[in-house]
């Protein structure tokens, strides 16, 4: 045998099993909870949230079809399981955590180490937290985690389905890729970007998840119709877009530039060991989420481009394998986790000011009393009745006390 076909023992193939819940994501999930113990609020910062509160808070898990994939589980989370609504976007956040570890470590299978990294370089077991750490370095990911909106269910199955195609799951990719169809619709402008990212290998597999998506996005639009077309929210209702394609596209940069900040670093890292074929999926990712997800300016359409591409952080530890300067690779990764450590506290600190800041205007109109007057925007009266409604659900817990 040659000495190129011998086997190498410090490339493990991408079937290689491994443990998801390793040791080390536990103790980041434990701490995501801790977090959104001390951070959480009963309350909502957008009117979006708020009418979907209002919607849980009744029981009608069909109004707004056009989103039922995310509004489904919300109701049947209040009103089977007594969940508070904001309980939700902590479940898919921490749902996309996972799905982002398990994304980067598949990703470190398909990139192995060049052979010329010294043997101290390899840190596979602490790389692939570089993705859940990543996300939670982002305002944005705070908002969605302890708000109700819909995107973060739909970026969580978004990351679900690209994690499930990577394990060669097929069918189960196609079930969270319809799941998310019924979510927001959207997410098929990202599929060929989402196809591009994935290894060439996993063609078969991504076949057989179109076309289970296809079926399964197709019979809830048949069982809901006409609803999720001209109901509430109804693709024929649909206001026109507030901004164009650049301004959509100067949003997303605003995510990573503004948002993510200096935490961005250790994505910034990771995108040149990117090839062809995936950097032209991120093109395509980026272009269908502005041109679609991002049609309006106060939505954070967004948050999957972004979570997926901070799940790819962890081909960082790959570039800085590349540095043969032992005090320049250690500085590197020094360097990156610092920036992450401070990020998740700014954007934690961030999210503390928002709840703090919708809890005074929550006593504000309790104080100014029920219902909401007249003239507000509709933005402003959905967060009014949410607070009237929640205000009547606490005194009627009192009273049975």
């Not at 649909?238 to 961005?264: E, H, V, Y």
């Amino acid at each position: 045998m040659s000495r190129l076909s011998k086997p190498e023992k410090n490339r493990p193939t991408i079937g290689q099993p491994a443990r998801l819940l390793s040791p080390s994501l536990i103790l980041v999930l434990l701490g995501y909870l801790c977090l959104c113990l001390y951070l959480y609020s009963s309350h909502q910062i957008q009117g979006d949230g708020a009418a979907y509160s209002l919607q849980a808070l009744v029981g009608s898990p069909w109004e707004r079809s056009i989103h039922v994939g995310g509004l489904a589980p919300l109701v049947f989370g209040v009103q089977v399981l007594g969940l508070p609504p904001n309980v939700l976007g902590i479940f898919w956040t921490g749902t996309a955590l996972v799905a982002s570890f398990g994304i980067g470590r598949r990703l470190l299978l398909v990139h192995p180490r060049a052979r010329v990294a010294p043997p101290g370089a390899n840190h596979s077991r602490i790389a692939p937290l570089l993705a859940p750490l990543s996300i939670l370095a982002s305002a944005a990911t705070w908002e969605a985690a302890l708000f109700v909106e819909i995107y973060a269910p739909l970026a969580a199955l978004t990351l679900l389905t690209v994690w499930l195609v990577l394990t060669e799951k097929g069918w189960l990719a196609g079930l969270a890729l319809g799941w998310a169809g019924a979510t927001h619709p959207g997410v098929w402008a990202l599929v060929p970007g989402l196809f591009l990212l994935t290894p060439r290998a996993r063609a078969t597999t991504w076949r057989r998840a179109f076309v289970t998506a296809a079926v399964i996005h197709a019979l809830a639009l048949m069982l809901l119709f006409p609803d999720w077309w001209s109901g509430g929210r109804g693709i024929a209702q649909l206001p026109p877009s507030d901004q164009s394609m650049w301004p959509a596209l100067q949003s997303l940069w605003r995510l990573l530039a503004a948002d993510l900040g200096i935490a961005a670093f250790t994505l910034m890292l990771a995108l040149p060991m990117l090839g062809k074929r995936q950097v032209l999926g991120v093109l395509l990712l980026v272009l269908g989420t502005g041109a679609v997800l991002c049609r309006y300016s106060d939505n954070p359409g967004g948050l999957p481009a972004l979570w997926l591409l901070l799940s790819y952080s962890p081909l960082a530890s790959r570039a800085i394998d590349e540095v043969n300067l032992p005090r320049l690779r250690n500085g590197l990764a020094v360097l990156a986790g610092v920036t992450l450590l401070f990020g998740i506290a700014d954007a934690t600190s961030e999210q503390d000011k928002k709840r703090r800041a919708v809890e005074r205007e929550h006593e504000a109109r309790l104080n100014a009393g029920c219902p909401a007057p007249e003239g507000l925007s509709w933005s402003k009266e959905r967060l009014w009745e949410l607070s009237c409604a929640l205000d009547s659900t606490d005194s009627a817990t009192r009273s049975q006390q």
